[in-house]
């Protein structure tokens, strides 16, 4: 039976690999685009540009992901019991305390955001706390410090961004056969390149949130990990998961850009139909009852 450790070295490489994927298939938009308007710079301009997303998602996530979903900061006078638990599951993981904030919502969720240990913050919803025992928030809270541990958030922010700059690309290329470019339509070398190109424009969009998304549940198993591994009880985490996948309803704030962030999914459950594998493929998180068990069958 696998140990936690290995499941960590496997998510990791594998992540990794998806990453390396995605850097390749950017390029290859960038220089087939280049190509096919005659101007070799646009590569360039492409790779420069990217850089400049990833750079300002890097400095400025944290801020836009705390604004969007409306957290305040937590006190210890009013939160004690929830102060106490992230300073002392800090101090075990070797981290520095992050900053804690309180998202007014009845759906029990959380998530952490932060481009690095010392620029991080976790938050929870006033719904998490009056539904969990203290054993179900430890293992919800090393979860999310697993997250900042991992650098995860800094991976997955970055991710969103290759993903829409992927998309972006693609419409210029639409765009650009169908108002004109690129001299060398006419002969073989541009017609085999038109048909490849259409076929990008469909695919690479869908590639592109595909790969976000694996990355996205690929965390998700690893913090699950990592966490049991920091509280040494995985059963926590469990039966914390089982509690907040039952709540059916919506976070008020529920939003499709920092959906992927939350340790559960805030647009809720949604009850299974005849297309369930299709449906969960294109969803932030792994199904609830999948994360559950893998946690249940760990050796600790």
């Known amino acids: 039976m696998a140990t936690l450790y290995t499941q960590q070295g496997s998510n990791i490489r594998k992540t990794w690999m998806l990453m390396a994927s995605f850097l390749v298939l950017v390029i ?14 646009f590569l360039y301009v492409a790779v420069v ?7 300002g998602s890097y400095w400025f996530s944290d801020k836009l992901v705390i604004s969007m979903t409306g957290a305040k900061p937590a006190t210890r006078e009013a ?15 070797g981290l520095p305390m992050p900053k804690l904030y309180i998202v007014e919502d009845p759906a029990p969720n ?26 179900e928030l430890e293992g919800v809270l090393a979860h999310e410090l697993s997250h900042i541990g991992n650098r995860d958030i800094l991976v997955s922010t970055v991710a969103v961004v290759l993903a829409g700059f992927v998309a972006i690309i693609a419409d210029l290329l639409m765009r650009s056969m169908m108002f004109g470019g690129g001299g060398d339509r006419d002969n073989k070398a541009g017609v085999i390149f038109l048909v490849l190109g259409v076929v990008g424009i469909i695919l690479a ?14 965390r998700e198993y690893l913090a699950d990990a990592s966490g049991a591994l920091l509280t040494r009880y995985p059963e926590g985490l469990a039966s914390a998961l089982e509690k907040i996948s039952s709540y059916s309803k919506p976070m008020k704030r529920a939003n499709n ?20 594998k299709i449906s969960n493929l294109f969803q932030t998180h792994p199904p609830a009852s999948e994360r559950i068990k893998i946690l249940r069958d760990m050796d600790v």
Not at 29 to 41: A, C, E, H, Q
Not at 205 to 218: F, G, T, V, Y
């Open 28 to 41: 290859a938009i960038g220089y087939g685009v280049g190509w096919y308007l005659g101007d070799p710079s």
């Open 110 to 135: 959380a998530f952490a955001t932060g481009r690095n240990p010392e620029h991080s913050a976790v938050a929870v919803t006033t719904g998490l706390l009056s539904i969990l025992e203290r054993n």
């Open 49 to 55: 540009f990217a850089l400049v997303m990833n750079v």
């Open 79 to 93: 939160h004690r019991e929830l102060w106490n638990i992230v300073e002392n599951l800090s101090i075990t993981a």
């Open 205 to 218: 969009p869908i590639a592109a949130e595909l790969i976000r998304l694996s990355i996205s549940r690929r």
């Open 257 to 276: 850009a920092t959906a992927h962030l939350f340790i559960a999914d805030p647009f809720g459950s949604q009850k299974q139909t005849i297309g369930q």
